[in-house]
């Protein structure tokens, strides 16, 4: 009689979790959109069209504004006409910096993401 078959067992057989730490305030895409094998900025597709509360595409992407000054005020590291794509933004502001956040407000964060 010949015992059970047993399969060589892969090194990735060991992992029982995977953990992603994101940044506030930074996607996925900011951070590993240009990650070796992530589905990323190069998938993104029409994923990338943004539309203005009357449902128009956006020409470019609104000015930045930094909400750490109270009034808020534009954030003069990004530029006032970015193109509606992906991109980087660490090289308008790197991990370590603060950036303005862009809403935790249930209804306000509902509204800003994926169509609202």
């Given amino acids: 009689m010949v015992g059970p078959a047993y399969a060589t067992a892969s090194p990735l057989s060991q992992i029982n979790h995977i953990v992603v730490i994101y940044q506030e305030n930074w996607s996925f ?3 590993y959109g240009k990650f070796p094998g992530a589905n990323g900025i190069a998938n993104a597709g029409n994923n ?6 009357q449902g128009r595409p956006y020409a470019t992407l609104p000015q930045a504004l ?11 590291r990004f530029p006032n006409d970015l193109p509606v794509q992906p991109f980087d ?10 950036i303005g956040d862009p809403g935790v407000g249930f209804y306000q964060e509902q509204y800003q993401s994926d169509g609202g």
């Fill in 66 to 76: 930094n909400t750490n000054l109270k009034p808020a005020q534009p954030d003069k």
């Fill in 89 to 98: 933004l660490g090289q308008y502001a790197s991990a370590d910096q603060k």
């Fill in 29 to 31: 895409d900011s951070l």
């Fill in 48 to 53: 990338v069209i943004q539309l203005d509360r």
